[in-house]
T-cell receptor, first 111, second 118 residues
Framework: QKEVEQDPGPLSVPEGAIVSLNCTYS??????FMWYRQYSRKGPELLMYTYSSGNKEDGRFTAQVDKSSKYISLFIRDSQPSDSATYLCAMRETSGSRLTFGEGTQLTVNP | GAVVSQHPSWVICKSGTSVKIECRSL??????MFWYRQFPKQSLMLMAT?????????EQGVEKDKFLINHASLTLSTLTVTSAHPEDSSFYIC??????????????FGEGSWLTVV
């Protein structure tokens, strides 16, 4: 079993839709949770970084962490064609340790 | 703007030659940098952890003599692909962990480097 499971998609939605991206994990030692966006042929770009359970909002993006269920989500409101990319969840145990990634979800927002 | 810079963005080299890729943290000192390899439509595969002033820690299955990593300063790590072969063609990405007091101890990635070995 993988430490981090992420629905690979692909996911296709119309412009303006609310998008929900999810990851589950099995390692209870994970304490730091991140979401990255990766456009084709580019390096990952940090979108959200959370530590505690609960919600964190930044513009159209909301990151949700539920440590008791070992479940994290990224919500995108009012999705735009420019949001079309691969989204990677990532997590790590301590502040200096390596990241463990999900497989990535490919999102397409259709105009 | 970018906080981690990677160079070159793409490179084509002949089989048997060596190629060096640089990774720089632009506005913080990074004691730890990471090197990844990514194949099309796949997630990132960690190759090695680069620690400033010490030897890199390689993941299982990664040839340390093939992929030389040097972290000579707190802002620069280099990956050298030695005696490159076509199967080494891939997207190589570095990342750096920022200190807690700067940018909240998060990990930032470079733009990636496309290597094509012909």
């Amino acid at each position: 079993q993988k430490e981090v499971e992420q629905d690979p998609g692909p996911l296709s939605v119309p412009e303006g839709a609310i998008v929900s991206l999810n990851c589950t994990y099995s390692n209870s030692a994970f304490q730091y949770f991140m979401w990255y966006r990766q456009y084709s042929r580019k390096g990952p770009e940090l979108l959200m970084y959370t530590y505690s359970s609960g919600n964190k909002e930044d513009g159209r993006f909301t990151a949700q962490v539920d440590k008791s269920s070992k479940y994290i989500s990224l919500f995108i409101r009012d999705s735009q064609p420019s949001d079309s990319a691969t989204y990677l969840c990532a997590m790590r145990e301590t502040s200096g340790s390596r990241l463990t990634f999900g497989e990535g979800t490919q999102l397409t927002v259709n105009p | 703007g970018a906080v981690v810079s990677q160079h070159p963005s793409w490179v084509i080299c002949k089989s048997g030659t060596s190629v060096k890729i640089e990774c720089r943290s632009l506005d913080f000192q990074a004691t730890t940098m990471f090197w990844y390899r990514q194949f099309p439509k796949q997630s990132l595969m960690l190759m090695a952890t680069s620690n400033e002033g010490s030897k890199a820690t390689y993941e299982q299955g990664v040839e340390k003599d093939k992929f030389l990593i040097n972290h000579a300063s707190l802002t620069l790590s280099t990956l050298t692909v030695t005696s490159a072969h076509p199967e080494d063609s891939s997207f190589y990405i570095c990342s750096a962990s920022s200190p807690r007091q700067i940018r909240g101890n998060t990990i930032y990635f470079g733009e990636g480097s496309w290597l094509t070995v012909v």
